[in-house]
């Protein structure tokens, strides 16, 4: 599966955002698919995860209640709708694939990434 993530942009503090990650191939609604993201020097770190019907999702503490993340099987497509964003959240954000079942945080779970996107949050 390819996926290709969209929506970044900069956005004041206090403001919202919505990334878009679009798959092609086969099977999109048999993968578990999260988002990471990585600021410049950090590691990539978990953002959120959905499985793959969206009857479970996983979020970091950091953007438990501002975040939510969602998926249309129909459009093959995962959303990520982003509220009340800080500066901390500037970063590249990235979507991966996991043909499993389970949500994880844990990178190295997942098997295909897309590009990136950046979102920059000013103060």
């Known amino acids: 599966v390819q996926l290709q993530a969209s929506g970044g942009g900069l956005v004041q503090a206090g403001g919202s955002l919505r990334l878009s990650c679009a798959a092609s191939?086969?099977?999109?609604?048999?993968?578990?698919i999260g988002w990471f993201r990585q600021a410049p020097g950090k590691e990539r770190d978990f953002v959120a995860a959905?499985?793959?019907?969206?009857?479970?999702?996983y979020y970091a503490d950091s953007v438990k209640g501002r975040f939510t993340i969602s998926r249309d099987n129909t459009k093959n497509t995962v959303y990520l709708q982003m509220s009340s964003l800080k500066p901390e959240d500037t970063a590249v954000h990235y979507c991966?694939?996991?043909?499993?079942?389970?949500?994880?945080?844990?990178?190295?779970?997942?098997?295909?990434w897309g590009q990136g996107t950046l979102v920059t949050v000013s103060s």
């Open positions: 191939g086969r099977a999109f609604s048999t993968y578990v």
């Open positions: 959905i499985t793959s019907r969206g009857g479970s999702t």
């Open positions: 991966a694939a996991d043909y499993g079942s389970l949500v994880t945080k844990n990178r190295d779970e997942y098997d295909y």
